[in-house]
Structures are given as structure tokens and as C-alpha cells.
């Protein structure tokens, strides 16, 4: 019986290096929050046409985010409204046009100031109200026992939110309005020696309808920008109670921003598609 020659040991196959693992790209997770925003908008929508209605959760929350933005909101629109009849009186008086100081005073009132004053008190106060909730329920996984037993959390608490900071603005809006323009008034009359019938004809050669339409639509815009947002933030927070006070803070910057973007778009289109009156 021969003995086999022993082969020589062969070398061990070369092992290819490793590629380096690519981090996230940057700012995927932006892109990634916003489509679960977006997504979180079209199910809110959805669910409003979905039965039953929550109809006691909506007043309660209609009741609770009016009480806590009416006061506010009603102090806020004096100064906003006098401010901006004193510098419109001041810049109209340089240029020798002081009869247009009441229609331009209550135009920007109208259109631009009581919508935004409106949207950023119930994006602070209810908005953030909103958010606290949500996000409590989150971290003691209520929401979970909800899906668990069969209930929509967002048709459930979401909907009659979104749907009450809507209502709220649209009305606050007409408000803030009134207010304002009250302020305006009292201030260019009073306190520059403007003259009552120089104000309101002003006010009626400038304005029209659709700018009280445009003023209506953006606050009913700018809720339910509050509320998604607010309700965003309060079902993804993170790191447990402290992380629903950061999902708080997250909601209202985010919501400003918003605000102020969508605000700049509505605008735009609006001067575009309306004409100026006498135009």
C-alpha cells in the first residue's frame, strides 16, 4: 500500500476588501418626515368623511382652543392694527396721498395681519395643547390600545382637532379683523388728524369682497396647517416624556415656518388672479 504525497497547504482565498457602508443621505430624514406628513393630511381628510363623527371630542376642543385664543387674539390685533395705521398715515403723509391711508391701512389688516395673528396664536396655544395630548397618549401607548381594539386613532382624536382649529380660525379671523381695523381707525383719526370720511371712502374705493374671501381662506388654510402639524409631532415623539417636550417646541417652529411660506404662495396667487379694484 503506497503512501500518497503530501500536498503542499494551499493558500487561503483573498478575501475582497469591504466596502465602506454609505451613511444616510443628507437630509432623507426631512424628505422622509414630510411625506409622513403629507400622508398623515390625506388620511386626515379621508377619515372627516368616515362615520361615526366624533361630534363631543369637536366641541370640546372648539370650546377649549376658542378660550384660550379669543382674549389673546383679541389684545394682539389692537397693536398690530394701530402700528400699521401709523406707519402707513406716516409713509402716506410723505408721499401726499393721505386720503388712501384708511383703504391701505385696512387692506393689510385684512389680508395679511388678522390671518397671521390668528394662525400663530392657535398654532402656540392650541396647537401646543394639541401636541402635549397627543404625545402623552403616545408614550403610554393608548394610541396602541386603540388600533388594538379596532379604533382610528386619527378618525378618533386627530379629525375633530384638525377640524376644530379650523373653525376656530375661520371665526377668530372675522374677529381679529374687526378689532384691527377699529384700532386703525382710532389711531389715524385720533392721533394723526385724520378725518372719519376720508377713512371710510378710502376704504371703500380700495377694497372689494374677494379681499375678505382671500382673508377667510387662508385662516381656514393656516388651522388646519396648525393642527396637522400639532398632531404630526404629538403621535412621533421621542425619548419618552422629555421628547413630548421637544415634539412641542419642534410643532410650533414648524408650523411658523409653514405659516409664513404657504402665506407668501397664497399671496401671490391671489395678486395674480384678482384684479385691483378700478384695475
Do not use: H
Request: some cysteine; glycine content about 12%.
Amino acid at each position: 500500500m503506497t503512501m500518497e504525497a503530501e500536498k503542499p497547504p494551499q493558500p487561503a482565498p483573498a478575501t475582497p476588501p469591504r466596502r465602506p457602508r454609505r451613511g444616510p443621505l443628507p437630509g432623507l430624514g426631512a424628505f422622509r418626515q414630510t411625506g409622513q406628513l403629507f400622508s398623515l393630511a390625506a388620511a386626515v381628510v379621508r377619515a372627516v368623511f368616515r362615520r361615526p363623527f366624533q361630534l363631543r371630542e369637536f366641541i370640546v376642543q372648539f370650546w377649549f382652543i376658542a378660550s384660550v385664543t379669543i382674549l389673546p387674539a383679541a389684545l394682539v390685533s389692537i397693536p398690530f392694527g394701530a402700528v400699521i395705521a401709523l406707519q402707513v398715515g406716516s409713509l402716506t403723509q410723505q408721499l401726499g396721498a393721505q386720503s388712501f391711508t384708511g383703504g391701505a391701512s385696512v387692506l393689510a389688516v385684512i389680508q395679511q395681519a388678522s390671518p397671521l395673528i390668528v394662525a400663530l396664536l392657535i398654532a402656540g396655544a392650541g396647537g401646543s395643547a394639541i401636541c402635549a395630548d397627543l404625545g402623552s397618549r403616545t408614550i403610554r401607548e393608548e394610541l396602541d390600545a386603540m388600533e388594538v381594539m379596532g379604533v382610528s386613532p386619527v378618525q378618533r382624536l386627530v379629525v375633530p382637532r384638525v377640524l376644530a382649529t379650523m373653525l376656530v380660525a375661520l371665526l377668530l379671523n372675522g374677529m381679529v379683523s374687526v378689532v384691527g381695523t377699529l384700532g386703525g381707525y382710532f389711531f389715524n383719526v385720533i392721533m394723526q388728524g385724520g378725518t372719519p370720511g376720508a377713512y371710510l371712502s378710502s376704504f371703500s374705493a380700495l377694497a372689494q369682497l374677494p379681499d375678505l374671501y382671500v382673508s377667510e381662506i387662508k385662516a381656514l388654510i393656516f388651522g388646519f396647517i396648525a393642527g396637522i402639524v400639532a398632531a404630526y409631532r404629538g403621535l412621533n415623539p421621542r425619548g419618552g416624556p422629555k421628547g413630548v417636550g421637544d415634539a412641542v417646541n419642534q410643532a410650533v417652529v414648524i408650523t411658523f415656518l409653514l405659516l409664513f411660506f404657504v402665506n407668501m404662495v397664497i399671496t401671490g396667487i391671489y395678486l395674480q388672479i384678482v384684479p385691483p379694484k378700478g384695475g
